[in-house]
């Protein structure tokens, strides 16, 4: 499992697959952030040589089979259940390194409780939220995060407030929240937003090694397959349509909430048809 | 630690878990069972352990799975709506061959129903309850020093086989005070190494997985047929029951739990009558003892199964018989517990309609 490779014909490597990460190919659609942040995580794990620590722990949704893909011990939870299964976990391995890795449609809508519960109490793990905004999954379904006016299975028309209520900012929720400790919201759609996101995981396993608290990372990211877009289409409408209503920065550091400018309201986020 | 307590049930099953080494309890506050609760928030914290009260009962029993995936002796309880809400959870643990325990304290539904003592589960315990095949071991007590003794057993079997164990009583057991001894029981020896679970991948083994997902058909089945292959050996191997006055009986009550120990009533006041009936208490309901239940029924005239529901558990005896002779049911329903006196009256009907020979020559000669 290991990625060093020899030289071939003298030359130098310059670049290694970590080995926190397996040799199984990943199934994700072209373009998907979902293997972005699997490799960041992986190389954060390596780096910091906790692998021997670490338990994962992934929900139903597209990154459920992701113990393929990760060199480290594993559980699978049901969806919605990933902060609860880890709570278990934690709770009996205290000075283990624990984290989750959830969609939208797992943190925000079925597993909401377990989510807000387990961040009040402070649970020491890091949870690693992937904000697509759509079900990739079960095949482009409206998440609970999905923006007004976006197209979906079941929002043919668009989402529409009056109807499918408004996208759900829960990260702002869980910021406030006591028990959370680091709270942050990133991408992964550039070589620097991955760097910066790099570090935001750093920070979270090393706050979690000082027993701080709950960290939650989201990450915005794509589907291009359930948006209907091309990657770099996708990437496009990340920074035009997403960050207005979820903008990229810290919501709470060292456990005290970071000042924000107003956020543009829902509504008046425009939605252009893609091609 | 062979001291003679007075303790209900629920206390006891608690401070048997303590006493079993449990390492972590998960768990939502219901009657009739919050005692388990709130007497290892006292003295299982005290003593070490980790004890949770959250959420909900689907946090609980997830809880319950990444604990037991860890490799942690765990446990959860709840009473009859709670333990509804833990079924998927359950058919994943039982799919990812966790070890762990479960307490019912059954009472009384449908529906949010009542806090009276109950057998209504006995489908939902025994059949699955959760989506796809599986099964739980069940264990029904009959008293508190059992609902004491399950709790080892109980914990014992769950690392033998990698199975979810469910300990099914009712309200009454759980809230009655009865005389009580703990056995001796040493948790450091009883344990058992977990090699499988995710405790960290060290260098010298693969990464440890707790899966219930199979993509791949073939996966799923080859899953299935490993976890039938389980049950069966369950199924030779951990029958349980108890025979009283089974010996020289004409008539046989099946009863398990609570009920159970009104059958031995009925016994006691039908043999003074010169009815010779005995009691087959059936202790695990699964895996259920059928070939007992097929012997006796090539001894016995008739079958009356007495449950506190609406007739659930005889369907199983009636698998066991297999139609060699009549069974009758006598049941209460909605947290009321049959009286001695009305199950005698139904056990008399049941012999009304097994006299020998004599009446039925009758029927054809009418016929005629
Ligand atoms: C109890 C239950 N309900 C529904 C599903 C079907 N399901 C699987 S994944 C999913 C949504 C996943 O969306 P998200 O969490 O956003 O993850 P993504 O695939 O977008 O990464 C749903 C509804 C399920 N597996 N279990
Ligand atoms: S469906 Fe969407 S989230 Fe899932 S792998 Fe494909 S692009 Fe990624
Ligand atoms: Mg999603």
New interface residues.
């Given amino acids: 499992?290991n990625g060093t490779q020899e030289p071939i014909n003298g030359m130098e490597v310059v670049w290694e697959k970590p080995s926190t990460l397996t040799e199984t190919r990943m199934h994700y659609c072209p373009g998907c952030g979902h293997g972005v942040v699997h490799k960041v995580l992986m190389d954060v794990i390596e780096e910091m040589g906790i692998?021997?620590?670490?338990?994962g722990?992934a929900p139903v949704g597209c990154s459920?089979?992701a113990?393929n893909y990760?060199?480290?011990?594993?559980?699978?939870?049901?969806h919605g259940?990933a902060t609860?299964?880890?709570?278990?976990?934690?709770?009996?391995?205290p000075d283990?390194i624990v984290f989750t890795y959830q969609g939208d449609g797992d943190l925000a809508a079925i597993g909401t409780?377990?989510t807000m519960?387990a961040c009040n109490r402070g649970e020491n793990f890091l949870i690693v939220f992937i904000n697509n905004g759509i079900y990739g999954m079960t095949g482009g379904q409206m998440a609970p995060t999905s923006i007004v006016g976006m197209k979906t299975s079941t929002t043919p028309e668009g989402r529409e407030v009056h109807t499918q209520g408004h996208p759900f900012k829960i990260t702002e929720i869980i910021a406030m929240l006591p028990g959370t400790y680091y709270v942050t919201r990133h991408s992964v759609h550039t070589p620097t937003t991955v760097r910066h996101f790099k570090k935001a995981v750093e920070k979270a396993f090393k706050y979690q090694q000082e027993k701080k608290g709950t960290c939650l990372i989201e990450v915005v990211s794509n589907c291009p397959s359930g948006w209907k877009m091309t990657p770099l289409q996708s990437n496009k409408w990340i920074e035009e349509k997403m960050f207005p209503f979820y903008p990229p920065g810290d919501l709470k550091v060292d456990g005290k909430l970071v000042e924000k400018k107003p956020i543009p309201p829902a509504a008046t986020t425009e939605i252009k048809e893609s091609k | 630690m062979s001291e003679v307590l007075l303790m209900e049930g629920n206390e006891a099953a608690a401070e048997a878990a303590i006493l079993a080494g449990c390492d972590a309890y998960f768990g939502y506050p219901i009657t009739p069972q919050s005692e388990v609760i709130e007497y290892l928030a006292d003295q299982g914290r005290k003593r070490g352990m980790v004890v949770m009260q959250v959420e909900s009962e689907v946090a609980a029993i997830n809880m319950v799975y990444g604990a037991a995936g860890a490799g942690a002796r765990v446990m959860t309880s709840s009473s009859s709506p709670g333990i509804s809400l833990m079924q998927e959870g359950l058919s994943y643990i039982a799919c990812a061959e966790l070890p762990c325990l479960l307490i019912n304290i059954n009472r009384g539904g449908p529906g949010l129903g009542t806090i009276q003592p109950s057998q209504g589960d006995y489908f939902q315990s025994v059949k699955g309850g959760g989506h796809g095949d599986y099964h739980l071991i069940v264990l029904a007590p009959a008293s508190v020093q059992e609902m004491a003794d399950y709790v080892y057993l109980g914990f014992d079997l769950a690392d033998k086989y990698r199975n979810p164990v469910l300990i099914l009583a009712d309200g009454a057991l759980g809230q009655m005070m009865e005389k009580v001894i703990f056995p001796d029981y040493d948790p450091k020896q009883r344990k058992i190494s977990k090699p499988w679970a995710t405790t960290g991948k060290t260098a010298n083994r693969p990464p440890n997985v707790i899966t219930s997902l199979h993509l791949q058909s073939e996966d799923m089945e080859k899953i299935n047929i490993h976890l039938q292959e389980k049950y069966r050996q369950i199924e030779k191997n951990e029958v349980r029951y108890e025979l009283i006055s089974t010996d020289d009986a004409e008539y046989l009550l099946v009863a398990y739990g609570l009920s159970a120990r009104i059958c031995q009533r009925v016994i006691e006041i039908a043999r003074q009558q010169g009815i010779k009936v005995g009691l087959l208490r059936p202790i695990s309901l699964y895996p259920y003892p059928y070939e007992m239940v097929s012997k006796l029924a090539d001894q016995v005239r008739g079958i009356l199964v007495v449950e506190m529901n609406a007739g659930q558990m005889v369907e199983d005896v009636r698998l066991g018989v297999n139609g060699k002779i009549p069974v009758d049911f006598y049941g209460r329903m909605g947290g009321i517990i049959p009286t001695p006196e009305d199950t005698l009256t139904s056990l008399k009907k049941l012999m009304n309609k097994t006299q020998p020979k004599k009446s039925s020559e009758k029927l054809i000669k009418e016929k005629v």
């Fill in positions: 499992m692998q021997d620590k670490t338990i722990v459920v089979i113990y990760m060199n480290i011990d594993m559980q699978e939870a049901a259940r609860a299964v880890a709570t278990g976990v934690k709770r009996v391995l283990k409780a377990e519960h």
